[in-house]
């Protein structure tokens, strides 16, 4: 199967399909990973928060792939936030992954309380991406106000923007803001899993008749309907699962197309109600954790 890209702002090649493991247990890391490698992704997205980046490590080098068929990103958390923190945060990420260079870091949230620090956090990865450390950088839930100011401080455009985005909140104002400044939308919880883990006041995306119609015209699943809606309009996703079958599932996406008519039905169910935390209100004293050395 051919696995289509998107190419970055600055030339980086990324697949178009990730694989996510946000809340994936240590313990479960490892196989999910390799199953993922196995069936054909070449893309694994981890954070120092996650607490799982040693995992995605070792499932890489037990796949048997060379490093450069692997892109790896991964995410500096708040609590490292500074110039020197941010540049160390490097450090224990490499160290953990057991990798020399990162294919893509970002900053995981913009601590718009503290922004200096962003700020600075962003200029170690300036550093990162000039000594060749890092093959791209970015930042994840950024929103307008926070990129104006990123853009007006640093040198270097975000190569990537990784947001909530799934059917009941497309996040259209931001979409737009980054596609016309070169940023590419990565969209995380891209089925709308954030909608029914958290409370399921809202329901869940993989029921909606709306979705459940367009996969059965297809041939396809809710969450393969969901991926493809995001492919065609210019995002990358990083789904995630632990069982096998999921894994597969998520990747074959690259077989049908959705028309028109479906894209617009899908965006139609946008009820512009955020599943994750507000990024106004990420603090340190809130959500602080220590992110350790090993």
Not at 22 to 27: G, L, N, W
Not at 87 to 113: M, T, Y
Request: net charge negative; charged share 25%.
């Amino acid at each position: 199967m051919t696995i289509s890209t998107f190419r970055l702002n600055n030339d980086v090649v990324m697949p178009s399909v990730g694989f996510g493991v946000f809340q994936s247990a240590p313990e479960e890391t490892t196989a999910a990973v390799e199953e993922a490698l196995r069936v054909g992704y070449r893309h694994v997205d981890t954070a120092a928060a996650y607490g799982n980046e040693r995992e995605v490590g070792e499932a890489v080098r037990r796949s048997g792939l060379s490093r450069d068929e692997v892109f790896l990103e991964t995410k500096v958390w708040i609590t490292d936030y500074g110039y020197d923190a941010a540049l160390h945060a490097f450090d224990k990420a490499i160290d953990k992954l057991g990798v020399e260079q990162l294919d893509l870091l970002i900053l995981h949230q913009a601590l718009p309380g503290e922004f200096d620090l962003t700020i600075q956090a962003y200029r170690a990865l300036e550093k990162l991406h000039a000594d060749g450390k890092v093959r791209a950088i970015g930042v994840s839930n950024f929103m307008p106000g926070h990129l104006d100011r990123l853009l007006s401080e640093t040198s270097v455009v975000p190569a990537v923007n990784q947001i909530e985005v799934h059917p009941y909140f497309r996040q259209s104002e931001l979409l737009a803001y980054d596609a016309e400044r070169g940023i590419l939308n990565q969209a995380w919880s891209p089925i709308g899993g954030i909608t029914f883990y958290r409370d399921g006041s809202h329901g869940s995306t993989l029921e909606d008749p709306v979705i459940g119609e367009i996969a059965e015209g297809h041939g396809k699943t809710p969450a393969q309907v969901m991926l493809r809606w995001h492919l065609q309009q210019g995002r990358q996703v990083i789904p995630k699962s632990v069982t096998p079958a999921r894994i597969a599932e998520n990747f074959q996406v690259f077989d049908f197309e959705l028309t028109a008519e479906q894209l617009a039905a899908i965006d139609g169910m946008d009820t512009g109600i955020r599943g994750g935390p507000e990024p106004e209100e990420i603090t340190r004293e809130k959500f602080g954790i220590e992110i350790p050395e090993a």
